[in-house]
């Protein structure tokens, strides 16, 4: 498989092949908590999803219900579902290191839309795996500033319980992450993601301190193991958009790409070398870039789980 890139002709003569539109994440179910649709960043969501015509429910309390089926099955598919905006408790302003991806993580949400199979959060969350947005988003941005080192650049990460940008259509929340840290020059932000809806953060004022990172892997194991996620070409094309120039109409982001898990895949040699050259065509000019090869640990709670 080869990518597309366009040349100045094919432009003229409007030989484009159409370009699909980005996969974006449609919960069946949006409920606010009591006190996250009192959040004013509680109800700027509120107005965006309102906006998609999706229907929503308030609660009456903090406590949701109704995610547990008959049966397993059941109950992935109601959770998986599920967009529930919530308020992140208290423990999540207490941040972690996490080497050696950053120094610190926060987090903006909690829990993912897509279905990868090897997926560690099914280990590392507890309960049906709704995905919960935070509502007092500026809190949390705000308690990071709490943890900048004064010697040194101190490291951001925001995508170790979620994909930040595969929910950013209905919570803005990546977007408003950025801004915050574009204008905080002794911190950066980093985060990964599987999706190419990209677009909405090509404009924002980042001043180069945000790290986009796009994961990738050999097609067949993204297709056979990485379901509800974009495909690998339009994650490329994604990566290719958020680093090009500005005034190319690009992101001009610091760009990364993260290759996990790699996998032992039947001719693997030669499905990394496919991928990789795609990726190279892609990034055909200067970039600020990063490599991450990542293998994949199963624990045993992990892989009972994931089983």
Known sequence: ???????????????????????????????????AIN??????????????????????NNRITGLRGETERETYKLAKSTLA???????????RPIPPSADFQFHLAEGCPAHCQYCYLAGSLSGPPAIRAFANLPAILENTTNYERLDKLTSFEASCYTDP?????????????????????SSHLRFVTKFDAVDPLLNIAHNGNTRCRISLNAEVASRRLE?????????????????LPKEQGGGGYPIGVVLA???????????????????????????????????????????????
């Open 227 to 243: 379901g509800g996620t974009s495909g690998i070409a339009a994650r490329i094309k994604a990566l290719r958009k958020l680093a």
């Open 85 to 95: 905006i919530v308020n992140a408790p208290a423990g999540h302003f207490k941040l």
């Open 1 to 35: 498989m080869n990518l597309f890139f366009p040349t100045d002709a094919a432009v003229a003569d409007n030989t484009l092949p159409i370009e699909k539109a980005p996969r974006l994440w449609m919960p069946k179910r949006v409920v606010f908590t009591a006190e």
């Open 39 to 60: 959040e004013p960043f509680g109800q700027k969501i509120y107005e965006r999803i309102s906006g998609l015509n999706l229907p929503i429910e308030i609660l009456k």
């Open 261 to 307: 898990p790699i996998m032992p895949v039947p001719g693997w040699k030669e499905e990394y070398a496919q991928m990789l050259e795609q990726l190279q065509q892609a990034l055909n000019f200067s970039s600020n870039l990063t490599f991450e090869l990542i293998t994949h640990r199963f624990t045993p709670g992990s892989k009972d789980v994931l089983m």
């Open 165 to 185: 940008l595969s929910i950013e259509h209905l919570t803005g929340s990546l977007s408003e992450t950025i801004r915050f840290f574009g204008n905080r020059p």
